[in-house]
Nanobody, 123 residues
Framework: QLHLVEAGGGLVQAGGSLRVSCVASGATFIGRDMGWFRQAPGKEREFVAGITWNGIMTYYGDSVKGRFTISRDNGKNMVYLQMNSLKPEDKAVYYC????????????????WGQGTQVTVSS
């Protein structure tokens, strides 16, 4: 059983930056592709970013490309999402997830999820 716990959410002004993190425990993490998703009230869960097990390949949703950066530190069993130039539409609960196989944009492709961390962006 892979357990994921997010941290680092909070309130930030539009144009500001925030970094959220995810720590894994309980099962193999190094060999898993990882992703970040977000969900706002009344909306579907949205793919934000993904990263391969070795950190070589990264993927981003169109809405965050050029602003967000995903990274990981396998020695610490952690994955990060650096969010820059934040916009009010980025407000959501951000979730860390472990892929069943490879990074995909559908949430169905992931079998372990964190509890989420709230990110609020004020105008």
């Amino acid at each position: 059983q892979l357990h994921l716990v997010e941290a680092g959410g909070g309130l930030v002004q539009a144009g500001g930056s925030l970094r959220v993190s995810c720590v894994a425990s309980g099962a193999t993490f190094i060999g898993r592709d990882m992703g970040w998703f977000r969900q706002a009230p009344g909306k579907e869960r949205e793919f934000v970013a993904g990263i391969t097990w070795n950190g070589i390949m990264t993927y981003y949703g169109d809405s965050v490309k050029g602003r967000f950066t995903i990274s990981r530190d396998n020695g610490k069993n952690m994955v990060y999402l650096q969010m820059n130039s934040l916009k009010p539409e980025d407000k959501a609960v951000y979730y860390c997830a472990a892929a069943k196989n490879n990074v995909v944009v559908s949430s169905d492709g992931y079998d372990a999820w964190g509890q989420g961390t709230q990110v609020t962006v004020s105008s």
